[in-house]
Every structure is written in structure tokens, then in C-alpha cells.
């Protein structure tokens, strides 16, 4: 049956994917998004679709929120703010739009009652030495001297929320951590990695590792990613959970710089700089980041499909298409 979504932050690198597959599945979408982060032309494809509706609006404005929600079937929350680089840069905006936001979406949610999906982070996890993660772990945040954290702090207040409205009121709920999700319309502005490393390769600049570059990620394609999501909301038993989401195939970021200039077939070097000089100021990185994938297949199938080297030439390309263009 042809669903009506609201997705907020429906602009955004994940968001836009997301738009576009429930769009290709037949469903309606309206997208609500600032475009504080986000950009237009990651709608371009959808623009003019009858079946598509773009919203130029905050998550934090009630009366659009309330408005939007009355008018869709179901809700993906995306909106918030992006990248550790603007987290560091702009705490306040961080803490703002991770917290009020998912307020004001879950009230409109719960007056309507609409099943939502909430988008949380991997960075719950806090210091997190053990790997890989559960969902159900201890943590141990870092503390509230470091910018970084507030954003950890706020997904977890939002997890809290999600759960609340559920356990309390009976809204669908399902709670996603997104663990390093990529892939093409990714910006390295916010200061994402595998962008950056990208841009640096096809100019053959060097590669700017920041600390030793032992520390370790595990990359998704946001493809992978989009279509978890579609079918966690497609699960009646998903309700009420939190679902670690992305690849649990583990490397070394110093690991994925090589790899980068190779399948770039680059002439770029390796620098490494210190987290204080790339952040501006001292900074927690985490040393290994892997998810527990278990719960999440035990609820659905998931592979992921795309392996890493698909997902860097997917990068390459898109950004040699984009210079091309500029040329
Ligand atoms: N990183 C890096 N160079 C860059 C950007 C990021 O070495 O230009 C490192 C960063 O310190 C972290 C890893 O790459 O250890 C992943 O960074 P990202 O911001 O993409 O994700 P997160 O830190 O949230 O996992």
C-alpha cells in the first residue's frame, strides 16, 4: 500500500537517498529541511514528481511540524545538525537542533499518531572501548569540556524522548544508530572523512590523516543504509528498539587513505596532523568504532551489499563527474 512519509531533513546526503527510494517505491514523500547542512540539488531528481513535496522550513517550527505530520502516514526524523567539524564549531546550534527538534517531532507525532523513526548515532556510544558495539551497553561519555560530546549527550536525551513517548504513550517508535554512513552527495566541508580523502586523491594533494591513523571506522554505503531504514519501518517488531545501522567490516583510517589513493590511482602522500591543530582545539577521537549487527538481522535482511571499494569509486566518480562539469 502507497504511503505518504514525511522525512525531516529529506535535503541531506542520507535524507535525499532515503526520498528517493520510498519515491521509486511508488510512495508519496514530503520533505521538511532548512538547508542549514542539506542542499536543493540533492532533490534535483525529484523536483517537479508529483508525488514529491519539498518544505523550506525548520524541524524546531511547530505550527509546519504540526501542520506536515497531520498530513503524512509516517515519519523519518533526520534533521540535525552534521559533522563533527560543526558540532566542535557550533555547539549550540547542536544542542538545539538535536534536542528541541526531536521534541517538537515526537509531540506532533504523538498528537497524530503517526509511527516515527528517529535517527541517532553511533557517537552514543561514548568512549566505548570494547567492540564491537550493543545497543544495550554501559557507556561512558566524555566530558562536557569537549564540544564533541554535546552531540552524543543529545542523540542520547533524543533516545530517551523516543522511548519515552513510546513506553508512556504508545507511539511506534523505533530508535536507529547510524554508524559512518557514505557514499555519493556526502560533503567533507562538515569534515567527514572519506570526502576529504577523495578530494585530496583526485588532486593529488596529500591525504590529511589526522593523529597517528590507527584509529578505526567502519564504512556503509548510504544505500545500504536508506533501504535498513525503509524496512525497520516496515517492522512491526522493530517498534519500541534501537537498531545499530552500517557496516561492521572494520579499517584503519589510515587504512582507507591508502585505499583511496589507489583506487584513485593518485600520486597523493599520507600526512599526518594532530587532532588539536585539525579541530582547533584538544579533541577525543575514539579509537575503534564497530557495530553489533546481530539484533538488527535477527529484524530484517540486511547484507550490506556494497563493499568498500564499490563505495570509494562510487565517491571518485561523482566527484571527477563534478570537476569535469566545473572545468
Ligand atoms: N579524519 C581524518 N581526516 C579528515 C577527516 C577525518 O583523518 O580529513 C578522521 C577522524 O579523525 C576520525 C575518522 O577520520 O578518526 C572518521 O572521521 P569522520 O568525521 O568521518 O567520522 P567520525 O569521527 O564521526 O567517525
Known amino acids: 500500500m502507497n504511503k505518504r512519509y514525511l522525512i525531516t531533513g529529506g535535503a541531506g546526503f542520507i535524507g535525499s537517498h532515503l526520498s528517493q527510494r520510498l519515491i521509486a517505491a511508488g510512495h508519496s514523500v514530503v520533505v521538511l529541511d532548512d538547508v542549514s547542512t542539506g542542499a536543493v540539488a540533492n532533490l534535483a531528481g525529484l523536483m517537479g514528481n508529483p508525488n514529491f513535496q519539498f518544505v523550506r522550513d525548520s524541524v524546531e517550527s511547530e505550527p509546519i511540524v504540526n501542520l506536515l505530520m497531520s ?10 545538525a552534521v559533522g563533527v567539524r560543526l558540532i566542535v564549531e557550533q555547539p549550540v546550534r547542536t544542542i538545539r537542533t538535536t534536542i528541541h527538534g526531536t521534541e517538537v517531532v515526537l509531540e506532533a507525532a504523538y498528537r497524530f499518531n503517526r509511527p516515527t523513526l528517529v535517527t541517532s548515532s553511533s557517537e552514543v556510544y561514548g568512549k566505548g572501548m570494547t567492540v564491537p558495539f550493543s545497543e544495550d551497553d554501559d557507556v561512558v561519555m566524555g566530558a562536557t569540556i569537549f564540544n564533541r560530546w554535546c552531540y552524543a549527550y543529545g542523540k542520547a536525551i533524543d533516545e530517551f524522548l523516543g522511548l519515552a513517548y513510546h513506553r508512556q504513550y504508545g507511539l511506534p517508535v523505533r530508535i536507529v544508530r547510524l554508524f559512518n554512513t557514505v557514499g555519493p552527495r556526502q560533503l567533507g566541508q562538515y569534515g567527514m572523512v572519506l570526502p576529504r580523502f ?9 591525504v590529511v590523516v589526522y593523529g597517528d591513523g590507527s584509529q578505526t571506522r567502519c564504512f556503509c554505503h548510504v544505500h545500504d543504509v536508506a533501504d535498513a531504514l525503509i524496512k525497520l519501518m516496515e517492522t512491526p517488531a522493530a517498534i519500541g528498539k534501537v537498531f545499530n545501522v552500517g557496516s561492521d567490516q572494520e579499517i584503519s583510517i589510515n587504512g582507507l587513505a591508502e585505499r583511496v589513493i589507489q583506487r584513485a590511482g593518485s600520486r597523493s602522500k599520507l600526512e599526518h596532523i594532530s587532532y588539536e591543530k585539525a579541530y582547533g582545539q584538544a579533541f577525543d577521537d575514539l579509537p575503534r568504532r564497530v557495530p553489533n549487527l546481530s539484533r538488527l538481522r535477527a529484524a530484517i535482511p540486511f547484507g ?14 561523482e566527484q571527477r563527474a563534478a570537476a569535469a562539469k566545473k572545468a
Open 71 to 80: 498530513e503524512c502516514d509516517v515519519v523519518f526524523h533526520l534533521a540535525s
Open 304 to 317: 550490506p551489499h556494497n563493499s568498500l571499494d564499490q563505495i570509494i569509486d562510487a565517491v571518485i566518480a
Open 198 to 206: 577523495v578530494a585530496s586523491a583526485i588532486a593529488n594533494e596529500p
